[in-house]
């Protein structure tokens, strides 16, 4: 027993004496030993420049040269790594890392492509942390290493990934992403030995942050490196690479990798190898994936997705859509018509918080929808996604093969479907075919498809704030179609709009404009012309809805943006003509039925409201249907009928194939494809009552609201002490890589995010309570003055700036200094993210009291001591303190402190 002890304290003190220093930036005679064997054998055994280690051959060499190996324990890696990449799994090299690894970690620049979901990751994180290791880096000498990555989510995942690698090791990192607390982060970021970032925000910190030490870095990676280094990060990447030393090991990794040497000069290279893994594969993408097209009008887009989801319950799904307003109303709209499986959105307008949970969350599902726009078409590994749905058509081939490898990555399989207009399918297709993608096309299958634009009409007649995300979706992807540069693939000119926006339920078409420059003759004089859709006076009411952008992620959808917009200002075509179609007039008109009826509907047992809503709701057609196959969910790809035929063999088949499909999609009746099919009329019956109100749960199961309360446990009880608990154990852990418990993590950030998200709604709460309180004061105010006498105006002077705190990530405070001192009584401004609705209306409120009184000074403190006015004024209560106590209202209260201030002045 005495042993024992005696043992424990001797390894104690070794750990202690270890640390002690680690802390020295010293290394313990076994580790020094170990590092100069590890640097000794990369010497010796690097494999020749130019080579492809994946042509090594087993054994050969054995000796020296790790260039041949087949796994991490082949290679010279330190036992801290070795250990950790055991500890999770990581045996053997997939074919990138095998190429890769041992130049990088010989410390060599690599351009290192592969397919997605082939390890990428693991091939410059290694070397990385190797090199950090090796290098004795301690926290005193500034940052180290570097990887930059286009999207938040992407970092957060290779920052996962990074723990896994650093587990054992003793080296700090940390992650910067936009969305989160520049403050917390600056008090950090000087200590940090490896940051993973997106590259707005770290260059916000290099430009902003004292003390941030990027000069000593030795190592820089460049993940998605060709998204990285197009014209849409272009001035943020050249004003970071500023700030860089030029003596550094660089990697560059991607499944698109570019090889333009205007590019690789712009980072200083030196003696790159170029290992592009899979470039004499068959195909780009994944071996296990299957790829199949459809050929869809416009408007039957809608029905086509709603069709899928319905007869995919069991699936996990990636929707992509080409804008964040598309995915909004989409989402919102689907998730309001209930299909039977949970929903989710993501997109650069939600806050980061909403953002990293619904990333966990679609991580953690096995039946799920993600409703989504390019900011997770790259590098995201979310396990087991069975299905990649293209809805709107990828701007490029390199964004389809990122889309579509969110499934079947590393040894899984997957499915893909691309959603092509007739308008879009030749030159799409042509695209695809020259980047070697194999494609299938299929058709869907008329008798298991769903019409949801009824159902749609009815909701966004009852709902205005529906429509208006329809309306603003429309003009959203209308506009992003017109700024594509790929002029053959998107042509705006040719959709019919009318029959689009009837399809998303929308009554009549918004006016849109759009300017188009184009190149007017041989000499290149460009003139502007105006493209007209949908009637005359168009403009100002689209481009006013477009100023009411939503935060958008300013790293990569600001970027795709940019990317497109610099496109196709530099590709005009001539011949717009403006968009012509006949106007479809659907429901919306009359008043449907409550809203719960149609979710009610297909929820097993509430049969009667079923009935009754199926037969007062517009959204009859779809949800009947969806009744039907409520039972049956199994029947996944009945709706998905196969043409098992490469459509790149055999043109002329193809031809006929996509003709027979656009023709099926347009809901063309006869054979010789003209006559369309009659609609029935839905019969709205207005003013009915549709059963109790009910709640429900993702899976569409009907709880009541309490019982929902309870689920969630939003701050109740112990919930709130766990989430306490939780909120600390995060703080303590910080962001150093040997704490890693990715489990506890998240949950400690659902959580948090659960509890923000009602402190958030409290203060809008409170803040709205507040506003008219000083709109009753400021009336009262006025009233007094006219009994003569001096007004000021209401704020909350240092309440203020504490709330500004409390509140990062709003965009209330930068309004308010645009407008040049116009300070506004609150926080009420209007926010980023998800909730700057909610907040218009308090916007307003204010405006309009900001409005009430031209000369009337900024800030005005409740319970200050007023004694010498109150003299003045003769026998009035002191303070409003004082006014409380004798017993007037709060309004009162206000309106006599102002009185006193004004007299006062
Ligand atoms: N050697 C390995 N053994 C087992 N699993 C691995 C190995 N290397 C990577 N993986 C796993 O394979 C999956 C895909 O890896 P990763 O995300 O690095 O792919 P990628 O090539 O970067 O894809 P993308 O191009 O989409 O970014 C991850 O779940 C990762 O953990």
Redesign the pocket.
């Known amino acids: 027993m005495a042993g024992e002890e005696q043992q424990n304290t001797k390894r104690k003190k070794g750990h202690a004496q270890q640390h002690e220093l680690k802390r020295q930036g010293r290394r313990s005679y076994k580790e020094d030993r170990e590092i100069a064997e590890l640097e000794q054998r990369l010497r010796d055994g690097a494999p020749p420049r130019g080579s492809n280690p994946l042509a090594a051959q087993e054994g050969a060499g054995a000796t020296t040269s790790y260039a041949a190996a087949r796994t991490f324990d082949e290679l010279p890696l330190s036992q801290y790594t070795k250990d950790s990449l055991k500890k999770h799994?990581?045996?053997?090299?997939?074919a990138?890392?095998r190429a890769t690894l041992p130049h990088a970690l010989a410390g060599r620049d690599v351009l290192g492509a592969?397919k997605?979901?082939?390890?990428?990751?693991?091939s410059f994180l290694i070397p990385l942390v190797e090199k950090l290791y090796r290098a004795k880096w301690t926290r005193l000498d500034g940052l180290g290493a570097l990887v930059l990555t286009p999207t938040r989510e992407l970092a957060v995942q290779i920052f996962e990934?990074l723990r896994k690698v650093g587990h054992f090791h003793d080296l700090s990192a940390g992650l910067l992403i936009g969305g989160k607390a520049v403050a917390e982060e600056a008090a950090r970021v000087h200590r940090m030995a490896m940051l993973v970032a997106t590259p707005g925000r770290l260059l916000q910190h290099m430009d902003e942050t004292p003390g941030f030490d990027t000069g000593g870095l030795c190592a820089l990676v460049l993940d998605?490196a060709d998204r990285i280094l197009d014209m849409g990060f272009a001035a943020t990447l050249d004003a970071i690479l500023a700030h860089l030393p030029r003596e550094r090991q660089t990697l560059l990794?991607?499944?698109t990798q570019t090889k333009s040497v205007r590019d690789l000069a712009r980072l200083s290279l030196t003696d790159p190898e170029y290992l592009a893994v899979h470039a004499e594969a068959a195909t780009p993408t994944p071996l296990k994936l299957q790829q199949a097209y459809m050929v869809v009008e416009l408007g039957q887009k809608m029905d086509v997705m709603w069709s899928f989801i319905r007869t995919h319950l069991k699936a996990k799904t990636i929707i992509f859509l080409s804008t964040c307003k598309q995915v909004r109303f989409v989402f919102e709209a689907f998730r309001k018509l209930r299909p039977g499986v949970p929903l989710r959105c993501l997109h650069g307008g939600l806050k980061q918080a909403r953002r990293t949970s619904v990333f966990y969350e679609f991580c953690n599902e096995k039946a799920m929808v993600l409703i989504a726009t390019d900011i997770a078409a790259?590098?995201l590994?979310f396990p087991t996604v069975d299905w990649v749905v293209q809805g709107d058509c990828p701007e490029d081939a390199a964004t389809y093969i990122?889309r579509v490898?969110r499934t079947a990555?590393?040894m899984s399989s997957g499915r893909a479907l691309l959603l092509l207009l007739p308008s879009e399918r030749d030159g799409m297709l042509q695209l695809l075919a020259d980047a070697k993608v194999p494609l299938t096309q299929i058709r869907p299958n008329p008798s298991k498809q769903q019409a949801v634009t009824p159902a749609l009409q009815a909701l966004l007649s009852k709902d205005q704030e529906l429509k208006d995300f329809a309306q603003k979706a429309l003009t959203a992807y209308l506009r992003s179609v017109f700024l594509q540069p790929k002029k053959d693939v998107f042509d705006v000119t040719r959709l019919p709009v009318e029959d689009f926006a009837a399809s998303i339920g929308l009554a009549s078409t918004p006016k849109l404009r759009f300017l188009k420059r184009v190149k007017a003759g041989p000499g290149g004089k460009s003139r502007e012309e105006v493209v007209e859709v949908g009637g005359k006076g168009a403009l100002d009411e689209s481009e006013e809805a477009e100023g009411e952008e939503e935060e958008e992620d300013e790293e990569e959808e600001d970027a795709a943006a940019a990317r497109r917009a610099g496109a196709a200002s530099t590709s005009g075509r001539a011949g717009a003509t403006p968009a012509a179609g006949k106007k479809g007039k659907r429901a919306g008109s009359e008043e449907p039925e409550e809203e719960a009826a149609p979710s009610a509907k297909k929820q097993k047992g509430a049969d009667g409201a079923a009935k009754s809503a199926k037969k007062a709701n517009g959204a009859g057609a779809a949800t009947d249907k969806a009744d039907a196959h409520a039972a049956d969910d199994d029947d996944d790809d009945d709706f998905l009928v196969v043409k098992k035929r490469n459509v790149f063999a055999e043109p002329e088949e193809a031809e006929r194939l996509m003709e027979e499909a656009a023709a099926v999609a347009a809901g063309d009746d006869d054979e010789d494809g003209k006559k369309k099919k009659k609609k029935k009329k839905q019969k709205i019956k207005v003013g009915t009552a549709s059963g109790n109100r009910m709640v429900f749960d993702e899976e569409g199961n009907a709880l009541d609201p309490l019982a929902q309360l309870a689920k969630e446990g939003l701050g109740l009880g112990e919930q709130g002490e766990a989430a306490a608990a939780a909120e600390a154990l995060a703080a303590r852990e910080g962001v150093y890589v040997r704490a890693s418990r990715p489990e506890e993590r998240f949950r400690v950030a659902a959580d948090l995010m659960r509890r923000r998200d009602k402190e958030d709604r409290a203060r809008l709460k409170q803040l709205k309570k507040e506003i008219k309180l000083e709109k009753k004061a400021r009336a009262r105010a006025a009233a007094l003055e006219e009994q003569g006498g001096g007004v000021a105006v209401l704020g909350r002077g240092g309440q203020d700036s504490e709330d500004d705190d409390d509140d990062g990530g709003s965009t209330g405070s930068d309004e308010e200094e645009d407008d040049g001192g116009r300070r506004r009584g609150g926080r009420g401004g209007r926010r980023g993210g998800d909730s700057d609705d909610d907040s218009e209306g308090s916007d307003e409120e204010e405006d309009e009291a900001q409005r009430g009184g031209p000369k009337r000074p900024e800030v005005a403190h409740f319970g200050m001591a007023l004694k010498d006015a109150v003299a003045g004024a003769g026998a009035k209560p002191a303070t409003a303190g004082a006014a409380a106590k004798a017993g007037s209202s709060l309004a009162e209260q206000e309106a006599l402190a102002l009185r006193l201030l004004s007299m006062r002045r």
């Open positions: 799994k990581f045996v053997t090299l997939t990138v890392q592969a997605t979901g082939s390890g990428k990751t693991l990934e998605e990794f991607s499944a790259r590098g590994d990122h490898g990555r590393y």
